[in-house]
């Protein structure tokens, strides 16, 4: 017999009080650490996703309609630009490197991006299989969608309008899978890459044996657009007066990722302090039940506190033994609680995996867990201390004359 | 084994326990009797030290109890000390094992089942180890309180009104119990009682008058 086994037949002893408590502790706890994983997931995600792109300068619209559409790949793009206009930007002196894409096409729910190898260079990308695109309609596959779709080297498969899936199907024209790149951990993983020469031979609606290279070297100039065009700063001062160059004197739009990503994470960052504040208060009722139900169980228990006493307990050790039970019932909802946030995590995951979003998991551990086991211990020893003041306090020769 | 000087215990104003003289040698048997409200509970929560008197001196076992700290208090108690109280207060939540187990753990000294298993066989309870209290007859309770005292093999047992709820044949046996196991450890068993049936078994008593004005 121990302290430690003494509190658990306590605990045991009222079981609904406890499966209660636990629950309380183990939802604020999940929830919690849900916010924690997922947040820390996707802000360190999008930060790669963005790392190295200093600008990028795109249609009229909204910025951050053509930041999310452009570097994460999750909304419609703004519109087009003039290859022209791009091609004279990307010559500017205070640009380093210029990454054209041009989107409009996605493969089951994966987009279709017309770019340049320095695209797959940016994100550190290595093929895993086969090799780059070179002619039009070659296309390689990101990790992600190659394992989703099952396509491989040699496979084809044609792309639909737009970025759902069950667009219009330009069917007639199927690209050919000849490389293959390996896992990066960025949205590279979720793409299918080809040269921007292919987007727009799809969607000039050639005829059926038409042959790109033809069809391509008699394309009129305005039909020669791009989305938008990904870009590296060569000098830090460029980030002063390059995009207000752009917005004022070019029919095009430049937006910053680092700000625009900034200035979602300020408009989400209200809703997650919300459900945090929400979590916290299921934290701090779950403190409060403890302490209920302890204090109440300290009346029912002040005959066995004070025969402990009698068979020569001190009063130091009660009041560890209450201490104890209210910290080894509240470490336990934390504990439930981190395993409840880790598999909620994990489903969320599954969700967004599942509709070609960027996805999180719950496999992952974050040292800022080991406040929330804190957290739970503080609350339980707070919640403990006044009932254990009161086991402290029991008279004890009273108490044994008393029926 | 138990001495007792100019022991004075007061509620407030109340003056509830006065005893001037009272000594009980190792091994000694002794009833302490009187009415309800004569002070004898105060007695036996002062000499197992649960209460501190509020003149007077006690020495059990050699200890001057007053000159002892709280925790050294305590822990004398747990070595020293068989207490069985009016109610018997065992642990609901324990069975009869552990409620014993408890005793040794409670007391500090190493936690021996073998002891345990001994002193229920002692008191007829070898096959109750499981039960947990609820499950138990009065009488059977009565016997896991007298084992939980004797189980530290104490130098002083009390027992506070150990016959008040039980019937003739019950309370003969648990008087016998009382002996028989104070007998086993050589201890000075001290039972506090107004039962007229007790009387005749004890030669030693000490007669409470009550509270003197």
């Known amino acids: 017999m121990n302290l430690a086994r003494l509190s658990v037949a306590y605990l ?40 190295g792109i200093d600008l990028v300068a795109g249609a009229k619209g909204s910025p951050m309609q053509l930041i999310l559409s452009t570097v994460f790949h999750v ?47 940016h994100y550190a990308g290595e093929l895993a ?23 491989g080297v040699g496979g084809k498969f044609v792309g639909s309008h737009g970025f759902a899936e069950g667009g219009e199907e330009h069917g007639e024209f199927p690209y050919a899978v000849v490389g293959v790149l390996k896992p990066t951990g960025t949205v590279l993983d979720r793409l299918v890459l080809t040269n921007v020469e292919s987007v727009w031979f799809v969607h000039i609606h050639p005829e059926r044996h038409d042959d790109p290279g033809t069809v391509l070297a008699h394309l009129r100039e305005d039909e020669q657009e791009i989305t938008a065009l990904l870009i590296q700063y060569a000098t830090p001062i460029a980030a002063a007066t390059l995009p207000r160059m752009i917005n004022s004197t070019s029919a095009l739009q430049a937006a910053s990722p680092a700000y625009e990503s900034a200035r979602l994470f300020r408009m989400l960052g209200v809703g997650i302090d919300v459900l945090r504040a929400f979590a916290l208060v299921l934290v701090a009722a779950a403190g409060l039940s403890i302490f209920i139900a302890l204090y109440n169980a300290m009346e029912e228990r002040r005959y066995d506190l004070a025969v402990m006493r009698m068979l020569g307990a001190s009063r130091g050790k009660l009041m560890r033994l209450v201490l104890l039970e209210a910290v080894a019932l509240a470490l336990a909802g934390a504990v439930i609680g981190l395993g409840l946030g880790h598999l909620l995590t994990e489903a969320v995951g599954a969700m967004l995996a599942a509709a070609q979003q960027p996805s999180v998991t719950g496999a992952a551990w974050l040292n800022a867990e080991l406040w929330l086991v804190a957290l739970a211990a503080g609350v339980g020893l707070v919640a403990g201390l006044v009932p254990a003041w009161r086991a402290y306090r029991t008279d004890i020769a009273t108490t044994l004359a008393q029926a | 084994m138990i001495a007792v000087e100019s022991l004075r215990h007061r509620y407030g104003a109340t003056t509830v326990l006065a005893l001037d003289s009272w000594r009980a040698a190792a091994g000694e048997h002794c009833l302490v009797l009187g009415a309800s409200g004569s002070g004898k509970s105060t007695l036996l929560a002062i000499v197992a030290g649960l209460l501190r008197p509020s003149e007077g001196r006690v020495e059990v076992a050699g200890e001057d109890l007053g000159r002892l700290s709280g925790p050294a208090l305590d822990r004398f108690r747990g070595r020293h000390i068989g207490f069985v109280p009016q109610k018997l207060h065992l642990i609901a939540n324990l069975d009869v094992e552990a409620n014993l187990v408890l005793a040794q753990f409670m007391a500090g000294v190493a936690q021996d089942r073998a002891r345990v298993r001994e002193v229920l066989a002692a008191v007829g309870l070898a096959n109750r180890l499981g039960a947990k209290p609820a499950q138990l007859s009065h009488g059977q309770a009565q016997r896991v ?6 189980v530290n093999r104490p130098q002083v047992i009390l027992a506070d009104e150990p016959t008040s709820n039980l019937d003739d044949a019950h309370c003969a046996a648990t008087l016998e119990l009382l002996e028989s196991q104070a007998a086993a450890c050589g201890a000075t068993l001290v039972i506090a009682t107004h039962d007229q049936r007790t009387k005749s078994r004890f030669a030693t008593r000490l007669e409470l008058a009550g509270a003197p004005a």
Request: no cysteine; glycine share 10%; aromatic share 4%.
């Open chain 2, 145 to 150: 309180a007298v084992a939980r005292a004797v």
């Open chain 1, 75 to 121: 909304d419609a793009p703004t519109g087009n630009i003039p290859l022209a206009e791009a091609k004279k930007l990307a010559q500017h002196r205070a640009v380093k490197l210029a990454i054209p894409l041009a989107l409009g096409d996605s493969f089951r729910g994966f987009r279709i991006v017309g770019t340049t190898h320095d695209y797959v260079g």
């Open chain 1, 129 to 151: 299989a086969g090799r780059l695109w070179e002619a039009p309609m070659e296309a390689v596959l990101g990790a992600e969608t190659a394992r989703t779709t099952g396509l």
């Open chain 1, 12 to 51: 045991k002893a009222r079981p609904l009080n406890t499966v209660l408590n636990l629950v309380l502790l183990a939802l604020g706890v999940g929830t919690i650490a849900l916010l924690l994983l997922a947040n820390h997931q996707i802000e360190e995600r999008m930060g790669r996703d963005a790392r």
